[in-house]
């Protein structure tokens, strides 16, 4: 399985977020227009996903939309409890490797630290691997049989920036 893992884009500050609930905290509209950049270069890389699996905040819920928009993939694309900022890594990895059939390529849209720490969990065996994660940045791993630990080669990860210049 390719594991393909995306943090959200560009989002209100908390400080100028007025709101008390952090999930409906917006991307901001250059995290917008970023996020559509960074989707053509998705389409010239020629990714296809199976399943898109986003945190149903509504920065992260905007980034999927806007990649699933852009790849014509709005079918694919479920939000999950499991990649909330607070979520808990361990109960996602259960759910994704129940899914039958298991998806061949599996995009997920997330939170930092979340996405960093899953990503450590699943090359090393241990949360505390340090990556720096930037918002729009795009991880692969690929992994053989998913499980929590040890379990998945990781081959890349994409900036914002490296992504944009694919455009």
């Known amino acids: 399985m390719n594991i393909f893992i995306l943090r959200h884009g560009i989002a209100l500050e908390r400080e100028e977020w007025k709101r008390r609930d952090d999930s409906l905290r917006p991307l901001t509209r250059e995290g917008e227009k970023q996020l559509q950049r960074i989707s053509r270069a998705l389409k010239k890389m020629e990714l296809e996903f199976d399943l898109i699996l986003s945190s ?5 819920k905007k980034t999927a939309e806007i990649v699933a928009d852009k790849l014509n993939l709005k079918e694919r694309l479920k939000l999950s409890e499991t990649l909330i900022a607070e979520g808990n890594p361990e109960q996602a990895i259960e759910k994704i490797a ?14 930092e630290p979340y996405l960093s720490q899953l990503i450590s969990q699943l090359i090393s065996g241990d949360a505390g691997t340090k990556i720096d994660f930037k918002k ?3 991880c692969k791993l690929k992994a053989g049989q998913l499980h929590f630990g040890r379990c998945a080669k990781f081959c890349w990860l994409l900036t914002p920036k490296q992504m944009e210049l694919m455009a």
Do not use: I, T, W
């Not at 149903?56 to 992260?60: H, L, N, Q």
């Not at 129940?98 to 997920?108: F, G, I, T, V």
């Open 136 to 138: 729009a940045a795009l």
């Open 56 to 60: 149903p905040y509504e920065r992260a």
């Open 98 to 111: 129940a899914l039958k059939p298991p998806p061949e390529n599996l995009l997920l849209v997330g939170h």
